[in-house]
Nanobody, 121 residues
């Protein structure tokens, strides 16, 4: 199995920045597409950004130009740099990885536990 651990959430004022990090660990696995999702109170979980193993990125319209996703394949980490934060960005942010594991012999989605981001004055 694959374990994902996020860090970097917190409270920030509007216009501020935060950087989220996610580290993957486990045995005998390969990571494909990675991504960040978020869920605000009373709302469904939504995609924020993805980064494929081929190097392509995709962003939700609401974060384009403000957020940047990056990955380090050697370290098996993925990060989300968030700038010009708005109150509407307040949510629990989840790291996601689509990974192949030897034990399952297939590709599955794995999720972190989530990290709270609060944007408020």
């Amino acid at each position: 199995q694959v374990q994902l651990v996020e860090s970097g959430g917190g409270l920030v004022q509007p216009g501020g920045s935060l950087r989220l990090s996610c580290a993957a660990s486990g045995r005998d696995f390969s990571v494909g597409t990675v991504g960040w999702y978020r869920q605000a109170p009373g709302k469904e979980r939504e995609l924020v950004a993805t980064f494929t193993s081929g190097g392509n990125t995709h962003y939700a319209d609401s974060v384009k130009g403000r957020f940047t996703i990056s990955r380090d394949n050697a370290k098996k980490t993925v990060a989300l740099q968030m700038n010009s934060l708005k109150p509407d960005d307040t949510a629990v942010y989840y790291c996601n990885a689509n990974a192949y594991t030897l034990v399952t012999g297939g590709w599955n989605d794995y999720w972190g536990q989530g990290t709270q981001v609060t944007v408020s004055a």
